[in-house]
């Protein structure tokens, strides 16, 4: 049998918290760090190789592309941090009525929705509410929002259903403990680390989605930076300048692999699984 | 056969276990040697922490990553192996053929989505041992051998299908069919009740005079070493502290240690005495209660039972009869589907929400695993607080100074008081268990199975900590329970339950070998025929 040589070690974890702290200080102190204004032209400079004076080069209006990179991770990071926050609280709160309901007509509903919204692709569903709602940074947050929870609810439901066999779930009930209590001191806590790990794996795609969303021009609007819309920018200069893709593009990569990492790290470390080993 | 000419099945020597875990080192067994005749059924007897499963894990290569083997050769008929603590033991040649297992929860040991004649086909062509159609003619003479009726039916099964007894012949018929050379059987017959565990205690029997079966068995219950064992080694904190011929052992133990265990089991064997008087008037009535689950599975079947004040009241059956469904109506973790339950004539039994909860104040139920009962990240002062909580009773002070009081009560040391179940023996555990249940001052205390888990001499504990509590506070006891020994020692009256009724009305403890129901008295007779020969 293999040998699970990576379960107790610790190096996935720590490489990803040091690249994320890379990466957070770098795109919080982007005011400080950053050279140029990201949002400044200059006609002279148009899609110019890296050099000294632009590490990354310039776009087709002569911004600093290191510029924009850094000040665009703002916006991609917050958006997705604040698009997984709000999902991870309704995916709680749906999955642990659905499961603490298990069998009601609650629960049969709520589970329905959540099947369309599996069944339904995401990428139109976000069209559709860019065409009802209008381009935006905000509408694009609800529509991920709006779809992003239902992985939480689904995962809160099976663990919430796990725990409901247990002996401490009917040990409470004997206590006489009122449903809402079971579920804030029995069922919460015991959701709450799966879902968190899950949570860090799904933040990759999430700012890959946004990325991707905002190529397609539904996100953020120019002149604003924004990693997805900087590729979008990119694309029609790539065979004259592909380096203007880089800057970005490694962003994306190197901070989806961070929490992944993180993930990983998290997964060892939480799983109740593994915890079965003496 | 004299023991001299006899061969080594299995011969362990100098074998050292430690386990290590957040940098602190537990030494489990230090420098142990013993040896296993050819054709012998030697049983290793001990307590939770004796350090047996260890040796049983350390047998077979399967002790966890934790462990630190110090030290120690294993002899296996032929195969040697000097070092133990060495890597690169050739288990997959001593493990089925060499050294075959039998675990305690035999129904986990099977795969749940394999047919029972797929798990046969798998390990004789694993080793190489049969044909496709050889590994069927196997396992039908193999089971028949096993007292199994009914064989291809068996063999068509899934192992969710079959009984906990059942799945353990099966794995037995397994090992055997690997022709092994010993058998390790790690508590094999604790999660059976009394009739399927004679089974297969009878059925080692057999198999070791008609194929001369080499069986290395493992437990912590005295009766089924009487019942079984040709030597008896007696394990306390992985030291031995007694080896010989079971029959002396047991009868004229040598060492202090056994005598105590052997103490322990008569303060438990004896019958009930010194109980108050149950006289009073019926605190809960159940009438005609009926539970069906899915429409269609009837777990319940028109019981009638009526428990009284101060009354300790026994209900025995085997696995699967019902008690359990009938203790969760009673506690209002199931709904009755037909039938009454009365708690002083006003019925309990479709309550919901609130009114459910107070009945809570009523009625409390103490669990047989009493650590998963617990929350593992509370005090036990904390855990004792969470009834009041849930039904806001009393002050913050007040709650602080009930849940003092009934830990006091139940002889939890003051120093334990800010501990977390982890940091807390099994017993302790089942102490802040029935605290937390009696801190709501209840009418009837349900203890499901609440002792079964628990080894022979706190098992007594806790009984006489019942009994005292009773006296004390005159609540009425629903005691469940699969083990006769137990009923009868602690209850006034005993109710034996099978297939989901009552054969007979209750009967006084004392008096239950007069019953004339059939089930009654075959559970009394594997009860005593296990028991047969111990003083």
Same mark, same amino acid.
């Given at each position: 049998m293999k040998r699970r040589l990576n379960s107790k070690n610790p190096a996935s974890l720590i490489i990803g918290l040091v690249v994320l702290a890379i990466l957070a200080i770098a795109i919080l102190g982007a005011p400080l760090l950053? &050279?140029?204004? &990201?949002v400044a032209q200059n006609a002279a400079e148009r899609l110019e190789k890296p050099s000294e004076k632009h590490w990354l080069g310039t776009d087709r209006f002569g911004r600093d592309i290191l510029s924009r990179t850094l000040h665009g991770g703002q916006t991609t990071l917050l958006s997705s941090l604040l698009a997984l926050c709000a999902a991870l609280a309704i995916g709680l709160l749906v999955g642990m009525a659905a499961g603490m309901f298990h069998g009601s007509a609650l629960d049969h509903i709520l589970m329905r929705i959540i099947d369309v919204l599996l069944a339904f692709p995401f990428m139109v569903f976000a069209m559709v509410i860019a065409g009802l709602f209008g381009t935006g940074l905000v509408h694009l947050l609800l529509a991920v929002v709006s779809v992003w929870w239902v992985s939480f609810a689904r995962l809160t439901r099976s663990v919430v259903l796990h725990a409901k066999n247990e002996t401490s779930y009917a040990a409470a009930k004997v206590l006489g403990a009122s449903n809402l209590a079971i579920m804030r001191k029995e069922l919460l806590p015991k959701a709450i680390s799966p879902v968190l790990i899950l949570a860090t794996f799904e933040l990759g795609t999430l700012i890959l989605s946004i990325a991707a969303l905002s190529f397609l021009g539904l996100g953020a609007q120019p002149p604003a930076p924004e990693w997805g819309s900087m590729l979008a920018d990119g694309r029609a200069h790539f065979f004259q300048a592909p380096h203007i893709l880089i800057g970005p593009a490694a962003f994306i990569v190197a901070t989806v692999l961070a929490f992944n990492l993180i993930g990983e790290g998290l997964r060892d470390r939480l799983d109740p699984y593994e915890k079965l080993e003496l | 056969m004299s023991s001299d000419n006899r061969a080594e099945a299995l011969e362990v020597k100098g074998l050292q276990v430690a386990y290590e875990q957040n940098g602190r080192r537990t030494t489990v067994l230090n420098s142990l040697d013993f040896k296993l005749g050819k054709g012998e059924i030697l049983v290793l007897l001990g307590e939770s922490g004796s350090g047996k499963s260890t040796i049983a894990k350390a047998v077979t290569g399967m002790l966890p990553p934790s462990a630190r083997i110090g030290g120690g050769s294993l002899r296996v008929g032929a195969e040697r192996i000097p070092d133990l603590g060495k890597p690169g033991i050739p288990w997959e040649r001593i493990r089925g053929r060499g050294i075959a297992m039998l675990f305690q929860d035999a129904q986990s040991a099977l795969? &749940?989505?394999?047919k029972i004649k797929d798990h046969f086909k798998e390990s004789l062509l694993y080793h190489g041992l049969a044909s496709a159609e050889g590994a069927a003619a196997i396992s039908v003479a193999m089971l028949e051998r096993l007292n199994f009726k009914d064989v291809r039916h068996i063999l068509e099964c899934y192992p969710f299908q079959l009984s906990g007894g059942m799945c353990q012949r099966i794995c037995l018929a397994l090992a055997l069919c690997l022709e092994p050379a010993v058998l390790v059987a790690d508590e094999p017959t604790s999660a059976l009740d009394t009739v399927s565990q004679k089974e297969v205690l009878d059925l080692l029997r057999k198999l070791q005079r008609e194929m001369g079966l080499t069986v290395l068995l493992i437990t912590h219950d005295i009766a089924v070493a009487n019942a079984v064992g040709n030597r008896v080694i007696v394990l306390n904190k992985g030291v031995i502290e007694e080896e010989g011929e079971t029959r002396t052992v047991l009868t004229r133990p040598g060492s202090a240690y056994t005598r105590e265990l052997l103490a322990a089991r008569n303060r438990i064997a004896r019958p009930a005495r010194g109980l108050p008087p149950a006289a009073g008037k019926p605190v809960l009535e159940i009438v005609r209660l009926s539970k069906t689950f899915g429409g269609k599975k009837r777990v319940l079947r028109q019981v009638d039972l009526t428990l009284n004040e101060r009354e300790i009241l026994g209900i025995l059956g085997q696995s699967g009869c019902g008690k359990s469904t009938l203790a969760k109506c009673v506690a209002g973790l199931e709904r009755p589907s037909e039938g009454r339950i009365l708690l002083r004539g006003a019925d309990i039994g479709h309550l919901k929400g609130k009114a459910r909860r107070e009945t809570s104040k009523r009625i409390q139920l103490v669990f047989q695993d009493a650590r998963a009962s617990l929350n593992p990240g509370r005090t036990a002062l904390q855990l004792v607080q969470e009834p009041l909580q849930y039904l806001r009773i009393g002050g913050k002070e007040e709650r602080e100074a009930l849940a003092a009081y009934y830990l006091h009560e139940v002889g939890i040391a003051d120093e334990a008081l800010t501990r977390r179940p982890p940091q807390l023996s099994t017993g302790q555990c089942q102490r802040i268990a029935i605290a937390r249940a009696l801190v709501l001052r209840p009418d009837i205390l349900i203890c499901d199975e609440a002792v079964s888990a628990l080894d022979m001499s706190v098992q007594a504990q806790i009984l006489e900590l019942l009994q005292r509590l009773q006296r004390q506070f005159g609540f009425s006891i629903l005691m469940i329970s699969h083990d006769i020994r137990v009923l009868r020692a602690f209850c006034h009256h005993i109710a034996v339950m099978s297939n989901g009724s009552f054969g007979e009305r209750k009967q006084e403890s004392g008096r239950l070998h007069e019953s004339r129901q059939p089930h009654t008295q075959l559970l009394l007779k594997c009860a005593g025929d296990m028991e047969d020969g111990l003083v």
């Open positions: 950053a &050279p140029y204004d &990201p | 795969n &749940p989505v394999m």
